[in-house]
């Protein structure tokens, strides 16, 4: 039943918001930014929960990646130090990296996997890192269906929007 | 016959933020509201350093070494740059969460806690998560809408909530957070320094030209001298005794909101789940560990609307990416939990060990 577009533009033209699911922090592991893997109800008949679960997981391993604690970030954090912090006018830190690839690998999933389903997935950093929003779009040609919320461009912010991160 | 040109206006995402900030240079600064006292901390700094370079710095660069100004400059310069750091960055706020999903996580709750009967109170939101075999609450937050992560606390000052919440210090006219903390304890660091190494070679300078033209001559002659070691002592007690407090907090890996709270002390309480036992390792994480950007945009441009150059009001724009005030529902209703106002979030309070705190004596 999902609609098959394989765009996103057209995805929002055709389409209409039908909810939105968030998916929650998990902090079992303290306060380094990881996301549940708990399978939402609501998308038991939009996407496989293995698909699911493979994104989650790989955006959090790439969060892990970006808070991880060792050599290299000693390193750059004493090379910031030692220069007054200006270093970090000319250079990007390391979380700004894997934040950019994060962002890219977001924009393939919502190409490849997501929007052909009726979904979009939105970069936790647009909102705050406190959720990832996953908006289930309802094929306005073939609904009958209850479409709930607004028809707007919430999903707008979306799309694997690489310029979330402000400036620090 | 005159043209108007009509420019567009671009709206940046930080002109519509809640809470109580201040922008600065289009949103590339951020700092709260009162800042009086922030200018007295610069102009006490700048200041004492302008007159130690002035008057005692020559004389000392001729009769003991150059390699004394050279030396507080580079102090004075890092401790300028550390405090402007620590006063303009985002300190590690949270955006608050836009209205879709404070209505999600309204659901969840009144689907744990069932549906509150008009009129009363709603429960307290908590959630309970364990960390590392500890069960750490989450608290959640009525004005930003969310469930705070560990560690984070709202100041009711700025009105925000800031993640890894130490303090808010009016000295440097920001809260201090997890973005902003290393900078914070960089600064007061380098400006005990400063502050040692200034009063020491006032107290040199003194000792010097005294034996020269007498104590009074001395005086005289440059009484800014009087002025710098009055400064420099009474900073002395704050500073280093706060230096020294910050360098106890880092090294077992605690806030000061913690601290204060008792979180991780007591027989019946968690031990902090957050310190890795080692106090090289605490003062790693906390002083070179990855920094997470800001997750505020500031700087990001808001859509603009059909109707052009009316500023968006708040129910109108559908589409919008910054979260406004949603109509409250009656959960919703400002039931402001008492710990959420009170001052565990604010300057702390004097304690028997600790030496005056920052609200108290002038800092240099």
């Known amino acids: 039943m999902a609609p098959q577009v394989h765009n996103l533009q057209e995805l929002r033209r055709s389409a209409s918001l039908a909810t939105k699911v968030f998916i929650q922090r998990d902090y079992s592991e303290g306060t380094i930014c990881q ?39 000693y390193l750059e954090g004493c090379l910031a130090c030692a220069t007054a912090y200006f270093i970090f006018l000319c250079m990007e830190t390391h979380y700004e990296k894997v934040l950019k690839k994060i962002s890219r690998y977001i924009q393939e ?36 269906s209850s ?22 | 016959m005159s043209v108007m040109v009509v420019r567009k206006k671009v709206t940046r995402k930080w002109e519509k933020l809640p809470g109580r900030n201040t922008f600065c240079c289009d949103g590339r600064v951020m700092m709260a509201r009162q800042k009086g006292i922030f200018y007295l901390t610069l102009f006490l700094i700048l200041g004492t350093c302008t007159l130690f370079f002035a008057f005692e ?24 740059a550390t405090l402007l750091r620590t006063s303009f960055s985002d300190p590690g706020v949270i955006p608050r969460a836009l209205p879709d999903e404070a209505a999600f996580i309204e659901m969840e709750i009144e689907a744990t806690n069932g549906t509150v ?20 609450k989450l608290k959640y937050c009525y004005t930003c809408k ?31 957070g997890k973005r902003n903390y290393r900078y914070f304890y960089l600064f007061i660091l380098s400006l005990s320094l400063l502050t040692i190494y200034v009063f020491a070679f006032n107290i040199v300078y003194v000792a010097l030209k005294s034996l020269k033209i007498g104590f009074l001559e001395t005086l005289k002659e440059t009484p800014g001298t009087v002025l710098e070691v009055l400064i420099c002592f009474f900073t002395l007690w704050s500073v280093v005794g706060l ?10 890996n605690q806030t000061t909101n913690e601290d204060i709270k008792g979180s991780w002390t007591g027989k019946n309480r968690v031990q902090n789940p957050y310190s890795h036992g080692n106090i090289v390792k605490n003062c790693c994480e906390v002083l070179c560990g990855p920094l997470p950007p800001s997750v505020l945009d500031r700087r990001g441009i808001l859509p603009l609307e059909e109707s052009g150059s009316r500023p968006p009001s708040t129910q109108e724009t559908s589409s919008s990416l910054l979260p406004q005030s949603p109509v409250p529902t009656e959960p919703l209703s400002s039931n402001e939990m008492p710990e959420e106002t009170s001052t565990p979030e604010e300057m702390p309070p004097p304690e028997p060990p600790e030496p005056p705190q920052e609200v108290t004596d002038a800092e240099k």
């Open chain 2, 57 to 80: 710095c020559r004389y000392l660069a001729v009769q003991l070494s150059p390699a004394i100004p050279v030396f507080a400059a580079m102090l004075f310069l890092f401790s300028m």
């Open chain 2, 117 to 136: 009967p008009q009129g009363q109170r709603p429960p307290p939101r908590i959630k309970n998560f364990q960390i590392n075999n500890q069960i750490v």
């Open chain 2, 243 to 252: 230096t020294g407090f910050h360098t106890f907090l880092v090294a077992l």
């Open chain 1, 147 to 168: 479409s709930s919320g607004s028809s707007s461009g919430s999903g707008g912010s979306s799309g694997g929007g690489g310029g979330g991160v402000g400036s620090r």
């Open chain 1, 35 to 73: 996301f549940q893997t708990k399978f939402p109800p609501e998308l038991d008949s939009r996407i496989e929960r293995q698909l699911f679960e493979e994104t989650v997981k790989t955006l959090n391993n790439f969060y892990a990646e970006a808070e991880k604690i060792g050599g290299s970030s």
């Open chain 1, 109 to 144: 999933q919502n190409e490849k996997i997501f929007a052909p389903r009726g979904l979009l997935l939105t970069d936790p950093v647009e909102r705050g890192m406190r959720v990832i929003e996953i908006s289930i779009y309802e094929d306005r040609c073939s609904s009958g």
């Open chain 2, 146 to 176: 969310i469930f705070r992560p560990p560690r984070a606390s709202h100041c009711s000052i700025c009105d925000n909530c800031v993640e890894r919440f130490d303090h808010h210090c009016p000295w440097v006219g920001n809260c201090v």
